[in-house]
């Protein structure tokens, strides 16, 4: 049974920093990880979805990559702003006969202006 | 393009209550999955459709909550009757076909005293 670790579980960090969010997974016959941001009172935004062949994603000041082998996922944030405070969600899907995402219990980052 | 649209957001009961929820996923996709989302926690797949046909309820605890999705569309999460437990945010989600990236609406928050 897939399970997913985030690590740490809250981050206080100065506007302006770059900083990087953990995910970790212990079956690595993932077919992709994905990224989420939740922020409070509203659903989960899709950030960025890696797929098992690729070791990592770019969008904006956002990077994700994707280690199978060690089981490891990492969100690096660059340049940190106010509006990144949320709660950030990994979730891992391994396929097989159900799609249902896999997440860990989530990051929340708090960006001191 | 609309989001998927979920109500009400908000609902408290008391416990041995019965309560339902309402989602309408985004427009063509042919999976839904509602999951569960304990304070604290990353949300938990209840139950995945593929248009009206269930996918996985593996971890519906059938003896208190249903399920339906009448013509492949909108769908309904019931709890009958509610525990104490079953406080959490439930989330709507759907994607076009499977496997594909899910898209979540805001979620019912539920409280139950």
């Keep these: 049974k897939q399970e997913v670790t985030q690590i740490p579980a809250a981050l206080s960090v100065p506007e302006g920093e770059n900083l990087v969010l953990n995910c970790s997974f212990t079956d690595s016959a993932i077919y992709n990880l ?17 797929q098992s062949s690729q070791r990592e994603q770019t969008s904006g000041r956002l990077n994700a990559s994707l280690d199978k082998s ?18 950030y969600l ?3 899907y391994s396929g097989g006969g159900a799609d249902g995402l896999t997440f860990g219990k989530g990051t929340h980052l708090i960006i001191q202006p | 393009e609309a989001g998927v649209a979920q109500s009400p957001r908000y609902k408290i009961i008391e416990k041995r209550q019965s309560v ?21 926690q990353g949300p938990k797949l209840l139950i995945q459709f593929q248009n009206n046909g269930v996918v996985d309820d593996s971890q519906l605890p059938k003896d208190r909550f249903s399920a339906e999705r009448l013509k492949g569309v909108d769908s309904t999460l019931k709890i009958q009757p509610a525990k104490l437990e079953d406080s959490a945010v439930y989330l709507c989600a759907s994607s076009l076909d499977r496997p594909n990236i899910q898209y979540f ?9």
């Design chain 1, 90 to 92: 990994c979730a891992a």
């Design chain 1, 34 to 50: 994905q990224w989420f941001r939740q922020d409070p009172g509203k659903g989960l935004t899709s950030l960025l979805l890696i």
């Design chain 2, 20 to 40: 339902a929820f309402w989602c309408n996923p985004i427009s063509g996709h042919a999976t839904l999955y509602w999951y569960q989302q304990i304070l604290g």
């Design chain 2, 105 to 113: 609406g805001a979620g019912t928050r539920l409280s139950v005293l």
């Design chain 1, 70 to 87: 060690s089981g490891r996922s990492t969100l690096y944030i660059a340049a940190s702003q106010p509006g990144d405070s949320a709660t």
